[in-house]
């Protein structure tokens, strides 16, 4: 009799054993497939609320030019991931979003988004997204007053950036609204 309440105690045991072993595994199934899922809609969200910000960004241009002459606005800019690159030599202001699990879009196509120039890069295990945001020959941007590309890092406090209008600039033979950026924080 003591020994069937060792036989019946153990495989109580050893079932108990192979249903959690059953349930883990069917957990990391689950998983395998689910958190792939759950990155790529990460990463897509995280590119469509940076052309939300870049939209702002060039809002807040727009208003500086159509203002006048040193009317100056201030805006927030939360990053945390990617880099902004502002680049007076070509007038432009790039962002570069790498380590996308998935391609967002079609690799090596620009694609316009309004104002901003959307391009998917594919790399061997990562997709990178650039969102560029050009002026022409009727904007001048600079940083800190100087045509000098400024790189902005990932921060978990918002930056913020001041938009000031300089006036008409002579640019090669064009008048130009000079916009001066500076980064207050």
């Not at 201030?74 to 996308?100: A, W, Y």
Request: no cysteine; hydrophobic share 40%; aromatic share 8%.
């Amino acid at each position: 009799m003591l020994k069937h309440r060792i036989n019946s105690s153990a495989q109580i045991w050893l079932e108990t054993v192979i249903y959690i072993l059953i349930g883990l595994a069917l957990i990391g199934l689950v998983l395998g497939f689910i958190t792939p899922k759950i990155n790529e809609k990460k990463d897509r969200l995280v590119v469509e609320q940076t052309l939300i910000a870049l939209n702002v960004l060039d809002s807040k241009v727009k208003e500086v030019i159509e203002s006048g002459q040193f009317n100056k606005r201030v805006v927030e800019f939360k990053m945390q991931r990617g880099n902004l690159f502002i680049s007076p030599e070509r007038n432009e202001i790039l962002f570069v979003l790498d380590g996308l699990s998935k391609p967002y879009s079609e690799p090596n196509v620009d694609i316009p988004l309004g104002r901003v120039i959307l391009r998917t890069t594919e790399g061997k295990k990562t997709s990178s997204v650039s969102l560029t945001l050009q002026y022409g020959e009727g904007t001048d941007i600079t940083f800190d007053g100087a045509q000098e590309e400024k790189k902005v890092t990932p921060s978990g406090a918002p930056y913020k950036f001041a938009f000031e209008n300089k006036g008409q600039v002579d640019n090669g033979g064009n008048k130009a609204y000079q916009v001066d950026i500076t980064r207050l924080s």
